[in-house]
């Protein structure tokens, strides 16, 4: 006697689209605000979780690698909390948010200010895909996801 099984997979695969490239220049002078060899701009940004089970811990996960201009730019692939929200979420799709601080240090005159600005990234999740939707920086709406292009956002300061 043979016995013979096929057991077919039918849970879709769920796609993830959560990396988000940030880049920061200065309004005055149009610098790469992140490369910390030009004079005046910020020198290792850190991100601090606002919703973590701790006040303000240290995000890790995020880099700050050059592009092909040698930009230097915010590689933020997750890390911070996410929380879900109920109110924008059904049995088809889910919605999250998470909103952490970039602390990001520069030195004027000797001494080390810190500049702490805000994001909120929002995720929408549904069985075949797991996206970043919207991204506030500062309280301002920054980016709207386009499907099929990058989550690039460009923040002049």
């Known amino acids: 006697m043979l016995l013979f099984s096929c057991q077919r997979d039918e849970e879709e695969t769920q796609t993830i689209d959560q990396v988000l490239k940030l880049y920061m220049t200065s309004a ?31 995000i890790s996960g995020a880099t700050f690698p050059k592009d092909a201009d040698t ?53 929408k999740s549904t069985p075949s895909l797991f996206q970043i939707s919207k991204l506030w920086y500062n309280g301002e709406l920054k980016f709207t996801k386009v499907q099929g292009k990058a989550n690039i956002v460009k923040i002049v300061k």
């Open 71 to 123: 930009l230097v730019y915010m590689d933020y692939p997750a890390g911070a909390a996410r929380i879900k929200i109920d109110s924008l979420s059904n049995d088809n799709e889910q919605t999250y948010y998470s909103r952490f601080i970039i602390r990001l240090p520069r030195t004027i005159n000797e001494v080390v200010v810190n500049d702490d600005d805000t994001i909120e990234i929002e995720y």
């Open 28 to 58: 005055a002078t149009g610098q790469d605000l992140f490369n910390s060899n030009i004079e005046g701009s910020y020198s290792t940004p850190a991100l601090l979780d606002l919703l973590g089970e701790k006040d303000l811990q240290i």
